[in-house]
């Protein structure tokens, strides 16, 4: 059964944008976030961490070096290259690798993650369990390992509910279920009855804890398929409130297509409608025909669809006025004119009178510090305003994403992080900059 009835456009030309004149117009002058801003909020040793780190990503060699062996430690049988195994690898990984970009593994580690955040101002984590497929694991299931590999995920994903608060976000991964789940995905099957059964037992449990579910984006072989089966889990657990999101990856030239389509299920269907959007994660793997030409095109995709949503213009999506759906938005990203740009945008929309929804906002753990403690700056400042005057103002909450697990179980992940690091020169050479100097300064100041 194909699942995927909406065109998915691999033209190398870009998607035209309507424009909105009303989104337009109140399309702010960006006032770039200031990098040094809250930089207070982050410890010594982060720091020196994230200058360290820094300085590894800008070397290709040693990012390829550290890439290959991310990938062959990832699902090794070998006790050699097993890190939770070997506790030589582990002592070598976990402190400078998988501290940076991953919760812990224990409940203990885990809760302090979160408490630290919440220490310092973020509204809360969104975390997720770490360990993920490849397409090729599809291909080579064991029928007796299929109902253990579901049971095993559903229950981590329980499990995590129970790390995590109310307001925060339980972010998941479908391949995460197992091959019998990813074949149907690849396959553009329905999703298999007992995975179903699974997925509304973890979003029952969400809705009851005040939580939200994240369905991640994944590679393209099946993203279609993750799309359709979001969109069904929305339909049946998005009428009182956006309880399921689905992520859009603006890097595709079928983004804005994607995100139509979403629209208009949402609004035939009278639900809530979910999205986080994000630039994408998976450009090592991903058809490179698929994602656009240049990182300005990719801006340009990011920005407009961020407006238009915020704006909710049926125009800009090709709507009939008046059907533009309930939305709730949440922009992650590390791009710092991007994220000021939709803060501004949300603030004179607000000032307007037509702000429908009020943007959450979210980087990576262990990447863009100096972004979140910028937007951490803000909020607070915007909340001291708030308590001066009369007036109500809805002040962006800030949160941070993050995986928990074994070191092994986390491989895939810190993988991609390598990857999508690697791609960022530019971006990683201003983050050492902007930690050099405020440890500097802190060093100048004793």
Partial sequence: MNLNPRPVSTASKSVVVQSDPLADNLQPRTKTLSAQDGLWRLKNSVLIRNILLGWFFSSPRLVRLGIRLLDRTAHSKSELLNPDRNVLLRGILKPLLY??????????????????????????????????????????????????????????????????????????????????????????ESPPADFRQAMDDICQKANSRGCSVWVDAEYQEIQSSIDEWAIGFMSRHNHERALVYNTIQAYLKSSRVTVQHHLERASKGGWHLGIKLVRGAYIGSDPRELIYDTK???????????????????????????????????????????????????????QAGIL????????????????????????????????????????????KYSVWGTVQECMMYLGRRARENSDGTDRIKDGISVYSNELRRRLLRR
Wanted: some cysteine.
């Fill in 99 to 188: 501290s940076q970009f991953c919760a812990g593994v224990t409940k203990q580690e885990i809760a302090e993650t979160r408490n630290l955040l919440l220490s310092v101002g973020y509204a809360g984590i969104i975390l997720a369990y770490g360990k993920e497929f490849k397409s090729s694991d599809a291909h080579s299931s064991n029928a007796n390992g299929e109902d253990a590999e579901l049971k095993h995920w559903k229950d981590s994903n329980l499990e995590t509910l129970d790390m995590i608060g109310s307001e925060d976000f339980l972010a998941v991964k479908f391949t995460g279920a197992g091959q019998k789940v990813t074949k149907a995905m690849m396959n553009n």
């Fill in 296 to 350: 300005r095109e990719t801006d340009t995709s990011y920005n407009s669809i961020a407006r238009d949503l915020l704006s909710s213009s049926a125009l800009a999506f090709k709507l009939p006025q008046g059907s533009f759906p309930r939305l709730n938005l949440f922009l992650a990203g590390h791009n710092p004119e991007s994220i000021s740009t939709a803060w501004e945008l949300a603030g004179k929309l607000e």
């Fill in 356 to 399: 429908k929804t009020a943007p959450g906002f979210g980087q990576l753990h262990g990447m863009g510090d100096h972004i979140s403690c910028a937007l951490l700056q803000r909020a607070q400042t915007l909340a001291k305003k708030q308590e001066n005057t009369d007036v109500r103002v809805s002040v962006p909450k800030i949160y």
